[in-house]
């Protein structure tokens, strides 16, 4: 822990709980409705919460021709991403990535705790680029800021869980989830990095004489990607004490790098995040009652 931290927190951080503490004053993310809806079942707002952290990411990883990673020909394997060793593929770009969003996200937690909060609600997690510029092969080696923010909430009651739990969902949404018998858990994030060869079918492909057709080499490698991230997402909720998950994110970033001189590759880079859910009650909703219509005339 860095010099000057108190409870895990940054000496900035740990003032400006201490200022809410004392204050009185409560302030959330949360909308109007969200608030209200919120408020119905016995969620407070405690204040706004906030985790972040910047880091360098000089080592991405793998930097040679994407035709290297394919087990067989790139011709029929258009999709084949890097092996999976601690030093072939993007392994360490995606160490770093994970490693920036679970500090983030325990910073979070850790303002909510000096709150005395029971959960966090409306979390929005990003990444940004320090000094502009958009995400591409260079940029994956420049600082990152990862950013989690969120509104700290107590809940009505003498039962306290252990840790806060983390939610992207809304006061609302998770006020709804309450009523239903499920209570949110954690929030869970998939991470996949896979690179392709432009081979000569590429290359015809995206040639303007074309026109308009599918790209089925970057389609494969879309949708492998996808199907990666969604996996390793699949993975973080088997540590998770949950029932299930809602999936609130499931993005696709695809970029050119030039691995020798003369040919490109492209690299995807795919991101999915959701709300782990746990059951603590069954509730069963009655069929509505059918009211009558009556004619006011009389007959």
């Not at 040679?64 to 999976?84: E, F, I, L």
């Not at 000094?131 to 306290?160: H, K, P």
């Not at 939610?167 to 499920?182: N, P």
């Not at 696709?252 to 880079?269: K, L, Q, R, Y």
């Amino acid at each position: 822990m860095a010099q000057g931290w108190v409870d895990g927190l940054p000496p900035a951080a740990a003032a400006r709980m201490q200022r809410m503490r004392a204050d009185g004053v409560k302030t959330s993310f949360l909308s109007v409705a969200g608030a209200v809806a919120a408020g119905s079942v016995g969620i407070r707002p405690l204040g706004e919460v906030m985790g972040t952290a910047v880091v360098q990411i000089g080592w991405r990883g793998w930097a040679g021709c994407g035709a290297w990673v394919s087990s067989s020909s790139v011709w029929s394997n258009p999709g084949a991403d890097a092996p999976p060793t601690s030093f072939a593929g993007f392994k360490p770009y995606t160490d770093a990535v994970r490693g920036g969003f679970r500090v983030a996200l325990d910073r979070l937690r850790a303002e909510a705790v000096a709150l005395g909060a029971d959960g966090i609600v409306g979390v929005k997690l990003t990444s940004g680029h320090l000094g502009g510029g958009s995400m591409n092969a260079e940029s994956m080696g420049t600082m990152r800021e990862f950013l989690a923010l969120g509104s700290a909430i107590r809940v009505d009651g003498d039962v306290r869980p252990r840790v806060p739990f983390v939610t992207d969902l809304s006061g609302s949404d998770t006020a709804k989830l309450m009523l239903s018998g499920w209570v949110p858990s954690s929030l869970a994030f998939g991470l996949a990095v896979a690179i392709r060869h432009d081979d000569y079918r590429t290359a015809v492909q995206t040639s303007r004489w074309m026109g308009n057709t599918e790209i089925d080499g970057y389609t494969q490698l879309v949708q492998h990607v996808r199907a990666r991230a969604r996996a390793d997402f699949a993975q973080r909720l088997t540590t998770a004490e949950c029932d299930g998950a809602l999936l609130s994110a499931n993005a696709v970033n695809i970029w050119s790098m030039e691995p020798a001189e003369g040919h490109t590759d492209h690299v995807a880079e795919a991101f999915v995040m959701g709300s782990s859910i746990a059951r603590f009650a069954s509730t069963a909703v009655g069929a509505p009652s059918a009211l009558s219509i009556m004619p006011l005339r009389q007959r």
